[in-house]
Nanobody, 114 residues
Framework: QVQFVESGGGLVQPGGSLRLSCAAS????????MSWYRQAPGKEREFIAR????????NYADSVKGRFTISRDNAKNTVSLQMNSLKPEDTAVYYC???????WGQGTQVTVSS
């Protein structure tokens, strides 16, 4: 059974940083590209970042480029998202997902507010 457990969210002031982590299980993690998405209240879920299976290639949405960094550890079956220079518009529930698989985790809430 494919599972994702996201963690690391919380309340942070504008300009602050958070590091999200996602523990994956139930599939061959090292064979899949991994991605992060987010969903703000009243909005559709949107793509944030993607990393290929080896970690050699990364892609980002324009809205987070230069501020967020995706990384992975294939030995631990984890993918992370380092978020810097956070803005109120980054407030959302953040999800990780294996590229090409349909399962989603519960997500982790990130709130950026003073």
């Amino acid at each position: 059974q494919v599972q994702f457990v996201e963690s690391g969210g919380g309340l942070v002031q504008p300009g602050g940083s958070l590091r999200l982590s996602c523990a994956a299980s139930g599939f061959t993690f090292s064979s899949y590209a991994m991605s992060w998405y987010r969903q703000a209240p009243g909005k559709e879920r949107e793509f944030i970042a993607r990393i290929d299976s080896t970690g050699g290639s990364r892609n980002y949405a324009d809205s987070v480029k230069g501020r967020f960094t995706i990384s992975r550890d294939n030995a631990k079956n984890t993918v992370s998202l380092q978020m810097n220079s956070l803005k109120p518009e980054d407030t959302a529930v953040y999800y990780c997902k294996a590229w090409g698989l349909v399962s989603w985790g519960q997500g982790t809430q990130v709130t950026v507010s003073s």
